[in-house]
T-cell receptor, first 113, second 113 residues
Framework: GENVEQHPSTLSVQEGDSAVIKCTYS??????FPWYKQELGKRPQLIID?????GEKKDQRIAVTLNKTAKHFSLHITETQPEDSAVYFC????????????FGKGTLLTVNP | ETGVTQTPRHLVMGMTNKKSLKCEQH?????MYWYKQSAKKPLELMFV???????ENNSVPSRFSPECPNSSHLFLHLHTLQPEDSALYLC????????????FGPGTRLTVT
């Protein structure tokens, strides 16, 4: 089955800096890669996703890049703000009739004012 | 509250009790999911229902029993649980039909004593 590795497990940055979180996956048939943000005591929320037919997607300060050959994808947050502090999870799925999302272990991002 | 709701939000039960968790989605989605979230572990998929039919069962112990009476409601029946079952139980839903984005409920914090 699919295996998703996520690094780093914790990341601390200064406000205004950029943050990058990386994930690798094992199943070459995976073609859908979402990122979720979970603030303390709250539900995971989808913040951005990418499908295998594109290499990069951007939404304001957040971007995701995908390298299918190397089987890795990354989340990039620019101009970080204290409210970006949360746990971020990556996931991978084959999509189609396969509903299963395999999640990474999460990255605790702390943005220091 | 709109979107995906879960009740109760907190539950403390003894190992001999029987209880049920409830999830309701108001998004018109066709697929619903149960996840277990434990500290320092990835989100673990437990069950998936698509159009009220179970399509995924991830080797979950029989002390967890799901029920999906219709596409808007999902239950997780619990009996004779173990202390290691203490965790946050998250419900999610997705549209299906080629749309893979999953939307999570707030979760039920379960403590087994």
């Amino acid at each position: 089955g699919e295996n998703v590795e996520q690094h780093p497990s914790t990341l601390s940055v200064q406000e205004g800096d950029s943050a990058v979180i990386k994930c690798t996956y094992s199943d070459s048939a995976s073609n859908y890669f979402p990122w979720y943000k979970q603030e303390l005591g709250k539900r995971p929320q989808l913040i951005i996703d990418i499908r295998s037919n594109v290499g990069e997607k951007k939404d304001q300060r957040i971007a995701v890049t995908l390298n299918k050959t190397a089987k890795h994808f990354s989340l990039h947050i620019t101009e970080t703000q204290p409210e970006d502090s949360a746990v971020y999870f990556c996931a991978a799925s084959r999509g189609g009739s396969n509903y299963k999302l395999t999640f990474g272990k999460g990255t605790l991002l702390t943005v220091n004012p | 509250e709109t979107g995906v709701t879960q009740t109760p939000r907190h539950l403390v039960m003894g190992m001999t009790n029987k209880k049920s968790l409830k999830c309701e989605q108001h998004l018109g989605h066709n697929a619903m999911y149960w996840y277990k979230q434990s500290a320092k572990k990835p989100l673990e998929l437990m069950f998936v229902y698509s159009l009220e039919e179970r399509v995924e069962n991830n080797s979950v112990p029989s002390r967890f029993s799901p029920e999906c009476p219709n596409s808007s409601h999902l239950f997780l029946h619990l009996h004779t649980l173990q202390p290691e079952d203490s965790a946050l139980y998250l419900c999610a839903s997705s549209l299906g039909e080629g749309r893979y984005e999953q939307y999570f409920g707030p979760g039920t914090r379960l403590t087994v004593t």
